[in-house]
Structure formats: structure tokens, C-alpha cells
């Protein structure tokens, strides 16, 4: 099964407001950023810079994986997924837990050094490897457990529940 998503999903028929994306747009959006980053991160040389960026893509990580977690992850446990998939579902959580971690250690560690660059290529390869199985499993079960307006629903409530959470870390960093 493909998950790629055609453009004119984003629109209502009929009306030209655009009406929530398919979630799984949304996560691959963050994902695709989320690497970017890392990528960027990676090639940073300057310390101060390099910090910037790490807060800043630790911030987006955080706020992804909790609107993921609470929404996405407890649809498709709400589906009643087979005992297989739940295993999944808890390991996806562990990710996003071994992925802060590394993040929280990260940002305690001098940029450029050997400790920095291993830690950042671990985090690179799990986020990765992470993002990867998602696409291909967790992109899957939800075309086949979800209608499409249920997957913009899920879609709208990702949204707001990525909005909630970074007004949340708005108020924490003031």
C-alpha cells in the first residue's frame, strides 16, 4: 500500500479553505524537518550555534513526539490493534524516550568533540530508523484502519494537540 498523499487531499471539495491534512502528511512533514535539522546540526562548528540549533530541534522533538504519542499512538491502540502492534506502539514510545536522552546528554556535551559527534550520529541513526519504521508500519495500519476523514480528523487533532504543546513549552522556556 502507498502513503503517498496526493495535494488536492489538503482541500475541501468545493470550497477553497484548506481543510486539514491527512496526518500522516503532518508526521512525515515533521519528519522530514526533524532530519533537516540534523543534518544541519551536524555540520554546525560553531558552539554556540550548534546549542541553538540542538534547543531548538529538542524543542520540536518533544512537541512531535508527545502530539504523536497522544493522539496517533492511542488512535491505532484504540483500534483495537493486534498484541503484535501494541509491542510496536511501546517500542515507538521507548524511541521517543532514548532519543530525548540522548538529546538531554547531548546538550551537556561540548560540540565538536569525539563524545559530541558519536551521540548526535546515534541520535541521526534512531530518529531515522524510527521515522522508518513508522512510515512503513504505522503509515499502513492507519490507511487501514482509518477512512480518509478520519485520517484529516486525526489530522486537525495532531495540530492542536502540537499547538497546545508548544504554548506549554512557551510558558516553561519564559
Request: hydrophobic content about 45%; charged content about 35%; proline content about 1%.
Amino acid at each position: 500500500m502507498s502513503v503517498s498523499i496526493s495535494a488536492d487531499t489538503l482541500l475541501r471539495s468545493g470550497d477553497d479553505a484548506p481543510e486539514a491534512a491527512d496526518v500522516r502528511i503532518q508526521l512525515r512533514r515533521d519528519h522530514e524537518a526533524s532530519l533537516a535539522e540534523l543534518d544541519a546540526l551536524r555540520q554546525e562548528s560553531v558552539a554556540d550555534r550548534c546549542h541553538l540549533r540542538l534547543r531548538r530541534l529538542r524543542r520540536a522533538w518533544v512537541i512531535h513526539a508527545l502530539a504523536e504519542e497522544t493522539v496517533v499512538y492511542r488512535a491505532l491502540e484504540g483500534a483495537e490493534a493486534a498484541i503484535e502492534s501494541k509491542t510496536r506502539a511501546d517500542e515507538r514510545f521507548v524511541e521517543h524516550e532514548l532519543v530525548e536522552s540522548l538529546f538531554e546528554k547531548l546538550s551537556r556535551a561540548r560540540p565538536g568533540t569525539l563524545e559530541w559527534n558519536a551521540r548526535l550520529n546515534v541520535a541521526r541513526e534512531l530518529i531515522a530508523r524510527h521515522i522508518d519504521k513508522e512510515h512503513e508500519d504505522m503509515f499502513e495500519q492507519l490507511g487501514r484502519r482509518f477512512e480518509a476523514a478520519q485520517l484529516r480528523e486525526m489530522g486537525r487533532r495532531f495540530e492542536l494537540a502540537r499547538d497546545k504543546l508548544t504554548l506549554l513549552e512557551d510558558a516553561k522556556a519564559a
